[in-house]
């Protein structure tokens, strides 16, 4: 989550006189934000993935108990990964806003 805060961080940090520096650290960091998005999308369909084979061997192997603790385990994880993803394009669109706003027409 730090990488969320640095972004709230630059999104409350005040207008300087000469934009350009702060246009740069904006622009690295909406591709940056836009690396870590993807990177959680895919953890995010690993995980549901995951759900499925576990949810689908639960009946096949006998191993219910563990299988239960791992389901809910990979559901936990599913929720969080969304939670953060959804959290990070909401601050990845208000970021992009900023920077419209800056540069020059």
């Known amino acids: 989550m730090t990488f969320i805060n640095e972004i709230r961080e630059l999104l409350a940090t005040p207008t300087p006189a000469d934009a350009q ?3 740069k650290r904006l622009d690295e ?6 690396a870590n998005a993807l990177q959680l999308e895919a ?9 499925g084979e576990v949810a689908a061997a639960v009946d ?4 219910r108990d563990d299988r ?6 990979l559901a936990r994880s ?9 959290a990070l394009r909401e601050l990845l669109v208000s970021l992009r806003d900023r920077r419209r ?3 020059p027409a």
């Open 43 to 51: 953890e995010r369909w690993r995980l549901e993935r995951r759900l």
């Open 78 to 86: 599913l929720r969080d990964a969304n939670e953060e993803v959804a």
């Open 60 to 63: 096949q192997d006998g191993n």
């Open 68 to 73: 239960a603790e791992e389901l809910a385990t």
């Open 21 to 23: 520096p702060l246009l």
């Open 29 to 34: 960091t909406l591709t940056t934000g836009y």
């Open 101 to 103: 706003t800056l540069r």
